[in-house]
């Protein structure tokens, strides 16, 4: 069935139901960025595979709303459809609300499966659509009704991490999280937060691809903590240790009758980015409504001691698979060509070879040519190119492992790089050495640091369309909360133990896409000068940047100092591991530069 017929076939099934229009989220029930295959139904009706967009259908109209990250990958996978492309944040695109309301007459009804729509944008919609009595469905599952060889959701076993890989027992976390409760004068608080629920338990699952979460929703009260999941995910060791610390399980599908069963004159906490509109209105009227960020998301973003040792020995395992790879790499270029899928094949065959990989963090994105100027490109058969002497190749890549989560971007040079080339790699390098090198005051936000990533783009006149910054989990998803560095001024302070990522990059369309990544770890500067509490950043990835890229007369000697003494730590932690021609391999590429 090609795109126009799905659109064809959906809009006569909202003649059907009468509605006007028809709205498909990326989304699952928990707010997940990362979706199972049953939820990618946005992704199936329109074709396009981005992570992030919605798709409007009227009877008349259909658009797909994305992010700047996507518009050259949208553009490409609409192409001979029905579906427009908005460009959020352009300007003249208004946003899909402000579309909507403008083009529906009064009375409409705007249909959607309403367990994918955020209490968030819920809220978001009901002063706009509210002025024209536009009234929203969220019984309407009409996908479904459509996808006939939609896959089944996933029953995947969960396992479970010992003290000594969590650092913290599941006992203290719920301790910790009654106390911020107490605090906020909340008698309960409804957790649909997959990461957030999994780092609670202490247990881990494959229901999402590359994020290791059990789909669940967890009710916590000061007396009772209720876990609703498929139990035929849970085997009899999972069940006793569940037990064992007072954990009651019940049926994924219970929820909505649990909650219509609350007291009505109770108070309770929810994430409005994580808790959908179905959950919400399953609850009594009367029931006060306290909305905010998990207490977990922001308790699971500060690693503890053993997290981060952990986090620290899974660096040097993530780093020597990435130097045997561009080895690799680079010696496979010489005897002929490659495609970008084998290129990212290979990445994750010498990540298997550590001991304790568990699969990939993220879908790879290996970017030759123009493909990198495409932020969140995804290699297929069809679009894949073929990878060859010249040009550059970005790579951008991460692991699961029982030690940690990794995500690292490097961008290599297939053959002698051109000037443009370097004093590109050169600018993005600057910036990110200027962040890596942070210094600053608690109490710090991340948007105040993101600036330092990007004077040295914007004194060339350049700029990314893309945040600084993301936090990572541990064992968790690649991209987690609350913390951010972007240019976006989110309320949230940067505090020890955040591990966040260093990314600034340059895309030139057709041309190329320059990024450079680390992941960040937020420790006390104990060498302040003065008595109130200053912080750094300690780089935690390891694997050298590309030599041959690096134009030393843009460099100060402060920036040329901080790559002599990462290339050194590479080199240091990493050859003890590596065969005597992979180090002398390394120990090149780690010279110092002056």
């Known amino acids: 069935m090609t795109t126009n017929n799905k659109l064809a076939a959906l809009r006569q099934k909202m003649k059907e139901r009468g509605l006007q229009a028809y709205v498909i989220f990326s989304s699952d029930p928990h707010g997940s960025e990362y979706v199972s295959g049953h939820w990618r139904c946005r992704s199936w009706f329109s074709g396009f595979s981005g992570s992030a967009g919605t798709v409007i259908v009227t009877l008349e109209e259909a658009g797909l709303w994305t992010d700047f990250r996507y518009f050259i990958q949208a553009a490409g996978e609409l192409s001979g459809s029905d579906i427009k492309l908005f460009k959020m944040g352009e300007p003249g695109v208004p946003s899909y609300i402000d579309w909507l309301t403008e083009h529906l007459e009064a009375g409409s009804v705007v249909g959607m499966d309403g367990r994918t729509l955020t209490l968030r944008e819920w809220e978001a919609m009901a002063a706009p659509f509210g002025s024209k009595q536009i009234r929203i469905d969220g019984q309407d599952d009409l996908i479904d009704e459509l996808w006939g060889d939609r896959p089944a959701e996933s029953l995947e076993p969960v396992w479970a991490l010992g003290d000594e890989e969590s650092g913290q027992t599941s006992l203290e976390k719920v301790k910790q999280i009654r106390r911020m409760m107490h605090q906020s004068a909340v008698d309960a608080t409804l957790i649909s937060s997959l990461d957030d629920i999994a780092w609670i338990l202490n247990i881990r699952g494959g229901d999402v691809p590359y994020n290791p979460v059990v789909q669940s929703y967890m009710y916590l009260s000061m007396e009772d903590v209720k876990w609703y999941v498929d139990e035929r995910k849970l085997d009899d060791n999972i069940r006793s240790l569940l037990k064992s610390i007072g954990v009651q399980v019940f049926p994924y599908a219970h929820i909505l009758q649990s909650l219509s069963a609350l007291d009505s004159r109770m108070t309770l906490f929810v994430s409005p980015e994580r808790s959908n509109s179905t959950l919400i209105s399953a609850l009594p009227e009367g029931i006060k409504l306290v909305k905010g960020v998990d207490f977990s998301t922001r308790l699971k973003a500060c690693k503890n001691p053993v997290e981060l040792s952990r986090i620290r020995s899974v660096m040097e395992k993530d780093g020597v698979a990435l130097v045997k790879f561009i080895i690799w790499l680079k010696k496979e270029l010489q005897q002929g060509t490659l495609t970008e899928l084998q290129a990212a094949n290979a990445l994750r065959g010498f990540r298997s070879e550590q001991d304790g990989f568990l699969g990939e963090s993220f879908s790879p994105i290996p970017a030759y040519k123009g493909h990198g100027a495409i932020c969140h490109y995804e290699a297929n058969e069809q679009s894949q190119y073929q990878l060859e002497k010249g040009s550059l190749f970005l ?38 050495i200027a962040l890596s090198r942070a210094l600053f005051p608690e109490g710090t936000r991340g948007y105040q640091l993101d600036t330092l990533a990007r004077t040295a783009l914007w004194n060339s006149g350049l700029n990314y369309g893309h945040g600084t910054g993301h936090g990572v989990g541990y064992i968790l998803n690649v991209h987690e909360g609350p913390q951010k560095i972007s240019p976006h001024p989110i309320d949230e302070a940067l505090k020890i133990g955040m591990v966040c990522s260093n990314e600034p990059g340059i895309y030139r369309e057709d041309q190329h896409g320059i990024r450079i990544e680390n992941l960040l770890v937020v420790q006390p500067w104990d060498q302040c000068p003065e008595n109130d509490p200053f912080y750094k950043f300690e780089t935690l990835t390891l694997c050298p940047y590309e030599r041959e890229l690096i134009d030393t007369s843009l460099l100060n000697n402060e920036e040329k100092n901080w790559v002599n003494a990462y290339q050194e730590e590479v080199y240091n932690r990493l050859s003890p591991y590596l065969n005597a021609s992979e180090k002398d391999w390394l120990r090149k590429v780690t010279l110092e530069i002056n």
């Not at 699961?400 to 390098?429: C, N």
Request: glycine share 14%; aromatic share 6%.
């Open 395 to 432: 790579i951008d890549s991460g692991g699961q492992y029982r030690e940690g989560t990794t995500d690292v971007t490097r961008t290599l040079a297939l053959g002698t790089p051109v000037e443009r080339e370097i004093i590109d790699y050169t600018l993005v390098l600057k910036g990110h």
